[in-house]
């Protein structure tokens, strides 16, 4: 059974930080990807990074790039998202997805995910 579980979420000052962590299991974890997603009250599920398990290849969104960091440790089948300048706007309750692959093109988008996590919230206090 493919399970995903995030943790790491919580509540933090703006300019703070935090890191999310996605334990996978129930697959070969290096035969797909894991991306992290977000949604907000009221607004659509968003693409925020991606991950290749494989290669290490990574993509993000425009409105985290330079803040946010993803990675992944192969050997605890685990992707992390470090998470600095935080701002208010990042609140949102955040999932990991596993994509069959990552890329430019799709790291917006939520659809290709066929398993998600349980979500983590995060809130960014001004």
């Known amino acids: 059974e493919v399970q995903l579980v995030e943790s790491g979420g919580g509540l933090v000052q703006a300019g703070g930080s935090l890191r999310l962590s996605c334990a996978a299991s129930?697959?070969?974890?290096?035969?797909?990807?894991i991306g992290w997603f977000r949604q907000a009250p009221g607004k659509e599920r968003e693409g925020v990074s991606c991950?290749?398990?494989?290669?290490?290849?990574?993509y993000y969104v425009d409105s985290v790039k330079g803040r946010f960091t993803i990675s992944s440790d192969n050997a605890k089948d685990t992707v992390y998202l470090q998470m600095n300048s935080l701002k208010p706007e990042d609140s949102a309750v955040y999932y990991c997805g596993r994509i069959p692959w990552c890329s430019l093109d799709d790291v917006g988008s939520w659809t290709l995910v066929g398993y998600w996590g349980q979500g983590t919230q995060v809130s960014v206090s001004s």
């Open positions: 991950i290749s398990s494989s290669d290490g290849t990574s």
């Open positions: 129930g697959y070969t974890f290096e035969d797909y990807a």
